[in-house]
């Protein structure tokens, strides 16, 4: 009744009571300590995903105050489109001619060209083709 019952130890299952630390083979839990890593050390692998989720939390608030500063406008003012410091924004609805425009525009010497839809910048494939031919 009290005691936990172990689960076969093969590969992708779980292996010990329900008082020791729960790990499955083949995960990594383990790997760092048995490298000659200390505890607490991040590995780059986890180092890499913290970065990704910053970016991530980063850019969610950017849109969140996009959105805020348009509807803090009178409705007839609101545009949509516009700069939160030196990054754009456009929340208007993306047409083919905007998304095309946004990442193959021959016209534009700029590489880095301001997203169809969204907040940031998208890259502009014929300049960056174009500079690539120069070099």
Known sequence: MGSARRRPSIAGSTI????RRRCRIGDGAMSGWSRGMRRGQSRPRDRRGKV????????AALLIAAVVRELRRPKAERRWVGQLGPIPYDLRTPTPQRLLRSVWSPEDPRILV???FGVGWSINFAALRRRAARH
């Open 16 to 19: 010990g009571s329900g008082a």
């Open 52 to 59: 990704r989720a910053a970016l991530r939390l980063g850019s």
């Open 114 to 116: 301001p997203r169809a």
